[in-house]
């Protein structure tokens, strides 16, 4: 068996039509699109078809409202800094306890600097208390900062919802989603929504690292976070990366082309994989069952055992899977979204979450769960846990 990847929520491969998009922008087309002359003219075509390309990708209802960057971390660093910036009034900021650290530790690092902010807790299964969410929100309230989808468990979050009560509470307060995850997966329509910004990375939808959009909605300013040339109409500076930015509308193409198929596909996948995890791994469990799921993650807890053992063994059988973000693996500190979800500390350490994607198959699914039971026993057989393992089999 080849490389099996089912870490598509760390990143993606890019697809060969998208690498096929890029290739002419490189070293014929490669003029500045600010240019006048046609070399310059072609790019700026580029860009320009591009960014319609994202506006119907997002929903949007305007290309003005669609900003090419970096990455999702620099628009998430845009958002959150350039609305307090041009709010010096207000102090207060709500996000959730299970954001990505690109938006966790902005937060983290504003409460250091004087402002309040207030966290809003998951249950066990990893929903969101909206509830919660809308009892904290006052006219004191700057930004309101909720992802569509996590990157850990895959539950989505009610963001269209959430965005029209802090509305209705609070009319000025702006309201931004980190919808890395959720892109790809279904068409969005953000101009029916009361979303002010949004943000998005193309790595994980087939295009490659290093591209992003930021969704500012008509009627929203920002202070910019790079500031020099006029590029993306003075709202990100720089010039634009026009392979990139054609191989990001490439990827959005192909996933508005099949997204109801393709999603459909791999959620089968996941149920086979998942289902036939849980039916042959006597320690195994679903860490989220959230009201509404990603259709391509899976994250499960295997009591008493170590998730980067896990992660060890599957990396000798070729397969590729995460414990917790791909940004916090490395660290032996268990996800805080686990975490935040009050995982027992039996599964904690012990959980691993595939992810899958279109270019995953049958094949794959049932290599894995025919040989990770025994990567499971192989572990178990040297965890100091015997006892609990042992009542664990015993109950099974
Ligand atoms: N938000 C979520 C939910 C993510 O999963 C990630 C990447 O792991 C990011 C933001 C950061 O994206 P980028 O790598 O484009 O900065």
């Known amino acids: 068996m080849e490389l099996i990847y089912f870490d598509n929520n760390a990143t993606t491969m890019v697809d060969k039509r998208v690498i096929e998009a890029m290739h002419p922008y490189f070293a014929q087309k490669y003029g500045n699109p600010s240019s006048i002359y046609d070399l310059g003219a072609e790019a700026g075509k580029a860009l320009k078809a591009s960014r319609a390309v994202i506006t119907e990708f997002l929903g949007a209802k305007d290309p003005k409202e669609i900003i090419f960057n970096s990455c999702a971390s620099e628009g998430a660093n845009t958002v959150i800094k350039g609305v307090l910036e041009l709010d010096k009034a207000r102090k207060h900021l709500i996000t959730t306890r299970v954001e990505h650290p690109c938006v966790m530790t902005v937060h983290q690092e504003l409460e250091k600097k004087g402002y309040k902010v207030s966290y809003v807790d998951v ?19 700057a930004l309101v900062s909720v992802m569509w989808a996590n990157n850990e468990t895959g ?18 307060t702006k309201v931004f989603v980190d919808a890395v995850q959720i892109a790809g997966k279904r068409q969005l329509n953000v101009k029916d929504t009361d979303i002010d910004f949004l943000v998005i990375s193309g790595h994980k939808f087939h295009a490659p690292k290093g591209v992003g959009v930021l969704y500012i909605k008509s009627g929203n300013i920002l202070k910019p976070l790079i500031e020099g040339g006029h590029q993306e109409r003075g709202k990100r500076a720089g010039t634009e990366n026009v392979p990139y930015i054609a191989g990001i509308a490439r990827a959005a193409e192909l996933a508005m082309e099949n997204i109801v198929e393709e999603n459909t596909k791999v959620k089968a996948l996941r149920d086979r994989l998942e289902e036939g995890i849980l039916k042959n791994v006597f320690n195994a ?10 259709c391509n993650t899976t994250n499960i807890g295997f009591e008493y055992i170590e998730g980067e053992l896990i992660l060890l063994h599957l990396n000798d059988l070729g397969i590729c899977a995460s414990s917790g973000s791909a940004c916090t693996s490395g660290s032996l500190e268990p996800s805080h979204v686990l975490k935040a979800m009050g995982t027992p500390f039996t ?42 393992l042992a009542e664990l089999r015993k109950n099974r």
């Open 285 to 294: 469990s679903l860490n989220s069952k959230s009201r509404e799921r990603m």
């Open 123 to 141: 249950d066990y299964n990893g929903d969101l208390d909206v509830k919660q969410l809308e009892s904290l929100v006052t006219p004191e309230t």
């Open 155 to 172: 539950a989505i979050y009610p963001v269209e919802q959430i965005a029209r009560i802090v509305k209705e509470k609070s009319p000025t």
């Open 347 to 388: 599964c904690l350490h012990g959980s691993i979450r595939l992810s899958l994607s279109r270019y995953n198959t049958e094949q794959e699914v049932d290599y894995v769960i025919k040989h990770l039971p025994e990567v499971i026993d192989k572990i178990a057989g040297i965890s100091p846990f015997q006892k609990e």
